[in-house]
C-alpha cells in the first residue's frame, strides 16, 4: 500500500478522474489537476510516530488517501464553472466537493496556451492590428502567453488571458532562435469563456520624457532591432575552444539510499520527497540521526510584479506558483547537464485535460556535490591540518514559465544544516522601445529591446518539528551597550537579547541587529549550553514589495510585505498569497489572513514563512540570456547539538587530485 505522503500514481490518478466523471454524468468536465492532498496533520503525525517506532503493521490503520480534483463543469452557455472534489482513492468515493464559482479563478493549464495562440492567429481583429505594421520578409508573429494579472477597475470578473508578441526571423531555419530579440508592441486579451480575443491592447514606445499614453512606433516595427541569439550553433563566434572537461566522478557510486519510492537515507539524514503540480518538489518528515528537525518543507509561492506604469503593463504581475503551477511547469532533467555525478531522478505525474494521468519523467534529480571546504583547522606547532570537504546531497527541480527559468534546491550538509536555493535565470520578458531612446522603467538592453524593472519574490514555508511537533519561534538579536562604568567600562560589550514571538505576526530582517529567527522546543535544553534545542536563520534583508499598499499588485501579495510570517499550523494552508492567485484582487487565505487570526503561537504546532527576492534592475550583461541569480535561505542548528556534528567525516585526501601542468600555469601568468 502506498505511504500517505507518496504522489499519486497514475493508476490512483485516473480512478479519481472516474469518480468525478460518474458523479457529473452528461456533463462536459475538463480537468485542471490532480493531486494528493496530504492528511491531516493530526493523522500523518500519528502514522509517523509510529513509523518511526517500528510499530507499522498490515493491520495499523491508515490516514486516508485523498485526491484533490480541479476542473471545470461546461454548462449549455459553455461557460465553465470551477469545481473542487476530493476523492478517497481506497474506498473509491467522493468525500467532499465544493464549487468555487466565479469568486476565484483556477490556475492556467497548457491546453489554455495553446487555445490563446490558436484564437489569435484566426481572430480578425489581431490580424488587422498586426496589418498595421511591417515585418520584414522572413519573420512570423510569436504569442506568449500570460496571466492577465490583477483586474482593471473597468474589467469584469471574468476569466482573461493575455499574449505577449514578439516577431521571430525564419531565414536561420533554426526554429530556436531568439524572437524576444524582435518586440512588438500588441497585446491581445482573450476572454477564456468565450475563448474570443475581446481587444489588442496598444502599449506606448516611447522613451523618457514620452509620457505613458503616447503612441510614437513606426509602421516598421522591428527596423531598428537587431539579432540577439543564445542557441551555440547561431552565435557569431560559436562557443569557447579552451575549455576542458571537469568531470564528477564517483567510482563506487553514491552514499544515499532511496528506498519506497520517495524514502532517502544520507549521512543520518532521513526524510521524504514528494511532489505536486502547485509547489513543484516537496520535503516531508525530516530527521537527523534519529532526531526531529522539520515535519514539512517547500516553496510556498512567488510573485513577479513589473514597474511599468504605462498600460497595460500595470497589469503584468505573475503569481508563477498559485497562476500556473511550478509543478506543472517543470522540466525533464537532463543527465550530465541539469544534475551532475551519479543521479536519482523521481518521476511525476501530471493531468491532462481529460483527466487521464500523463507522466512527467525526471521531474526532480537527487545528487551529492562538493561545496568547498566543510572545516578545517591546522596545528601551526606541528604543522597538521585536518580539513573536510562540505559535501550535500542536493534535491533539485527547475520550472520554465514562458521567458524565465527558476532552479530550486533543497541542500542537506553533513552538519546539519538545511539550505534552499533559489536561482534565475533565462531570458528577460522585454518590449520595444523606440530607436534611440531611453526610459526610467528599465534598461535598454540591445536596439529597440526594453527590458523592464521588476521584482522576483520567494517565500519558503517552514513547518519546524524540533524534537517534536510543539514548538516556538525566538527572535534573537544582538545590541550595542554604551559605555558606562559599571557594565561596559570599555566599550566592547554588545548585549544577546531574545524575545519569544506570543501571538501570530510578522518580522522584518535587521541586518542591523543581527536579527536572527530561532525555531525552538521550550521543553528540551541543550546539556551543554543549557539553551532549548533548534534551529535557526537569518532572514534574508531584501528589498520587500515596492508597489505602493493600496496597489492591486500590493493587496493581492501581502506575503510580499514582510520578510517573516509566523502561523500556527492548519490543515490546508499551504500557500502564502493563498489559494486562488489568478487574477485575484487580493491576497485571501494567504499569511496575512492567518496573521490577523492572532493564535497564539508559542509552544504549539507553529509555522514559519520566509519572505525574500531580487529587485531586477536589468543590465546590459543580462541580455539575452542572464547569469544566475542565487539566493540561499540558511537553516542552521543552534543548539541543538553538543559538538559539532560533522566531526567524523572522513578527511581522507582527493585521489584523482593533481598538479597542474607547468605549461597551462607558465601561460596563465603570461
Known amino acids: 500500500m502506498a505511504h500517505p505522503l507518496a504522489i499519486l500514481s497514475a493508476a490512483e490518478t485516473n480512478l479519481a478522474r472516474d469518480v468525478v466523471k460518474d458523479a457529473h454524468p452528461n456533463t462536459v468536465i475538463d480537468f485542471r489537476e490532480i493531486f494528493l492532498q496530504e492528511p491531516p ?61 466565479k469568486q476565484h479563478h483556477a490556475s492556467l493549464t497548457l491546453n489554455e496556451f495553446d487555445v490563446l495562440v490558436d484564437r489569435c492567429m484566426n481572430s480578425p481583429l489581431f490580424q488587422q492590428v498586426l496589418a498595421e505594421f511591417q515585418l520584414p520578409e522572413g519573420f512570423e508573429v510569436v504569442i506568449e502567453p500570460w496571466p492577465y494579472g490583477g483586474l482593471d477597475h473597468t474589467d469584469e470578473n471574468r476569466r482573461y488571458f493575455q499574449g505577449l508578441c514578439f516577431a521571430r526571423d525564419k531565414r536561420s531555419g533554426n526554429a530556436d532562435s531568439n524572437f524576444y530579440s524582435f518586440p512588438l508592441p500588441v497585446i491581445p486579451v482573450m476572454d477564456a469563456h468565450t475563448q474570443e480575443i475581446i481587444r489588442v491592447d496598444r502599449p506606448a514606445t516611447g522613451g523618457k520624457g514620452d509620457g505613458l499614453l503616447e503612441q510614437t512606433f513606426n509602421r516598421d516595427i522591428i527596423g531598428h ?88 503593463f500595470h497589469r503584468k504581475q505573475a503569481f508563477d506558483f498559485g497562476d500556473g503551477g511550478g509543478g506543472n511547469m517543470a522540466n525533464n532533467l537532463s543527465l ?52 573536510t ?63 523592464q524593472n521588476h521584482q522576483h519574490i520567494f517565500c519558503i514555508r517552514i513547518d519546524p518539528a524540533i524534537d517534536g511537533q510543539n514548538n516556538s519561534v525566538v527572535v534573537e538579536e544582538s545590541h550595542p551597550v554604551p559605555m ?14 531574545k524575545k519569544t514571538v506570543e501571538r501570530a505576526s510578522w518580522v522584518d530582517a535587521a541586518p542591523q541587529y543581527n536579527r536572527t529567527i530561532k525555531m525552538v522546543n521550550p521543553h528540551k535544553r541543550n546539556p551543554v549550553s543549557g539553551n532549548p534545542v533548534g534551529y535557526k536563520f537569518i532572514p534574508l534583508p531584501t528589498q520587500t514589495l515596492l508597489a505602493d499598499p493600496e496597489s492591486v499588485q500590493a493587496r493581492r501579495a501581502q506575503f510580499a510585505q514582510h520578510h517573516v510570517w509566523v502561523t500556527k499550523h492548519c490543515d490546508g494552508e499551504l500557500y502564502a498569497g493563498g489559494r486562488y492567485t489568478l487574477q485575484s484582487q487580493h491576497e485571501v487565505e494567504g499569511v496575512a489572513d492567518a496573521v490577523r487570526r492572532g493564535d497564539a503561537v508559542t509552544d504549539t504546532d507553529v509555522v514559519v514563512w520566509s519572505t525574500f527576492g531580487i529587485t531586477h534592475n536589468p543590465r546590459v550583461e543580462d541580455w539575452p540570456v542572464m547569469p544566475v541569480e542565487i539566493f540561499q535561505l540558511m537553516i542552521r542548528p543552534a543548539d541543538f547539538f553538543v559538538a559539532n556534528p560533522s566531526l567524523d567525516v572522513p578527511s581522507n585526501k582527493n585521489g584523482s587530485s593533481r598538479l597542474a601542468d607547468s605549461e597551462c600555469c607558465h601561460k596563465a601568468h603570461i
Open 41 to 101: 496533520k493530526a493523522q500523518l503525525v500519528q502514522f509517523l510516530d509510529l513509523e518511526h517506532a517500528g510499530r507499522l503493521s498490515p493491520t495499523t490503520p491508515r490516514p486516508p488517501r485523498l485526491a484533490l480534483c480541479q476542473y471545470d463543469v461546461i454548462g449549455a452557455d459553455r461557460i465553465p464553472q470551477f469545481h473542487e472534489s476530493v476523492v478517497d482513492v481506497v474506498s473509491r468515493t467522493r468525500v467532499n466537493h465544493t464549487i468555487v464559482g
Open 225 to 312: 532591432c537587431k539579432p540577439s541569439e543564445y542557441v551555440p550553433e547561431l552565435l557569431p563566434e560559436g562557443t569557447r575552444k579552451d575549455l576542458k572537461p571537469l568531470n564528477v566522478v564517483q567510482p563506487e557510486g553514491p552514499s544515499f539510499r532511496v528506498t519506497n519510492e520517495s524514502l532517502v537515507e544520507w549521512q543520518k539524514w532521513r526524510f521524504r520527497v514528494a511532489f505536486n503540480p502547485r509547489e513543484g518538489a516537496t520535503i516531508h518528515d525530516v530527521w537527523y540521526d534519529g532526531r526531529s528537525v522539520m515535519h514539512r518543507l517547500a516553496i510556498s509561492e512567488m510573485t513577479v510584479p513589473y514597474a511599468d506604469p504605462r498600460p497595460p
Open 336 to 387: 550530465g547537464c541539469d544534475c551532475l555525478g551519479v543521479i536519482k531522478y523521481f518521476d511525476a505525474v501530471i493531468t491532462q485535460a481529460d483527466g487521464t494521468a500523463q507522466p512527467l519523467p525526471n521531474a526532480i534529480c537527487l545528487h551529492e556535490q562538493d561545496n568547498g571546504i566543510g572545516w578545517k583547522h591546522s596545528n601551526w606547532r606541528t604543522g597538521r591540518a585536518v580539513v
Open 389 to 451: 570537504r562540505n559535501r550535500e546531497l542536493v534535491i533539485q527541480f527547475i520550472i520554465t514559465l514562458a521567458n524565465y527559468e527558476y532552479i530550486f534546491a533543497y541542500k542537506f550538509d553533513q552538519s546539519g544544516g538545511i539550505t534552499v536555493e533559489s536561482r534565475a535565470t533565462g531570458i528577460l520578458n522585454v518590449v520595444n522601445i523606440d530607436a534611440g531612446k531611453v526610459s526610467e522603467y528599465g534598461n535598454v538592453v540591445s536596439g529597440g529591446v526594453l527590458a
Open 484 to 497: 558606562n562604568a559599571v557594565t561596559n567600562p570599555n566599550g566592547n560589550f554588545y548585549q544577546v537579547t
